[in-house]
């Protein structure tokens, strides 16, 4: 893959004018979310789709979550049960993604040749006025290199796909900090494939099988090791604390777990960027929110292989 230069352009109407006309080119650009930034490209277009596994270095058996402006554009992709009409009426849009049956008119390449369709509408104005200037499903995983550290800021994105792709829309941090909550809805009810922001109140389902973005055992990594529920730093660690466990940096100093979200992945690019030689992150309680938490920082810190 040939460098390019890549812009940053803050979030306004000309920056999303630009970037619908590279997405209409078949280009991908990175665009903040409210969960973490994406890198979206035309959900329709199987040459669009392939520059983003192209970008990512993203293995092509990972499926992408297609981003739509609500309901009505999610009919078209997907086939919709009441349970699916409930769970978007409420919670739409917002960070919950829905895994249905695929219609036709997505490439082949979004879904990693699965039946089904990961699928959600977002709430950030950016993505949302992009899905409006489009007028198309946009595929948008996260906007970071394949594995690595999910992008909350647009610097992130940067450091990470930098001379990768031509344009990344600085909308400013993101709020949740955290991808979305993937459920899949099937004849015999809701599993749940990622946890996340919205909490359902389900037990992860851990069948071996790669349904949905998120699910491979090695993700949202550091590069330096990473150990977990430490109680104080080892030689050449850089300590992320939480509540009464002070460290370098804190996740929440209050044992706030939204704040402890949204603060994940900055304190994980913090320490990655850091002078020690490995990283360590205290105990964080595994309730409500607390249990996506875990779940990202169980994937950053499983050994690669």
Known sequence: MS??????????????????????AGQPVAVPTETVYGLAADATSGAAVAR??????????????????????ARMVADFNQAAEDLAERYWPGPLTLVLPRRAGIA????????????????????????AATGKPLAAPSANASGQIS??????????????????????????????????????????LRP??????????????????????????????????????GPEEWLIGFGAIDGDATLSS?????????NLFER????????RKRIAVAPVPRRGLGAAINDRLARAASPPG
């Open 108 to 131: 082949e390449l979004v879904t990693a040749g699965l039946p089904t369709v990961a699928i959600r509408a977002p709430a950030h104005p950016a993505m949302r006025d992009l899905l």
């Open 52 to 73: 983003i596994y192209e970008a990512k270095g993203r293995p092509a058996f990972n499926p992408l979550i297609v981003h739509v402006a609500g309901v009505t554009e």
């Open 268 to 275: 994980l690019h913090e320490a990655d960027g850091g002078g």
């Open 151 to 192: 992008p909350t800021r647009a610097d992130h994105v940067l450091a990470s796909l930098g001379g990768r792709i031509p344009l990344i829309l600085d909308g400013g941090p993101t709020a949740h900090g955290l991808e979305s909550t993937i459920v899949a809805i099937t004849e015999d009810g809701l599993r749940l």
């Open 3 to 24: 460098a390019q230069t890549t812009r940053i352009l803050s979030y306004g109407p000309e920056a999303i004018a630009e970037a619908a006309r590279l997405i209409d």
């Open 254 to 262: 209050s044992g706030d777990l939204v704040e402890a979200a949204a």
């Open 196 to 233: 996340g922001p919205i909490d359902l109140g389900l037990e992860l389902a851990q069948n071996g099988r790669i349904e949905a973005p998120g699910q491979l055992d090695r993700h949202y990594a550091p590069r330096k090791s990473l150990r977990l529920d430490a109680i104080e730093a």
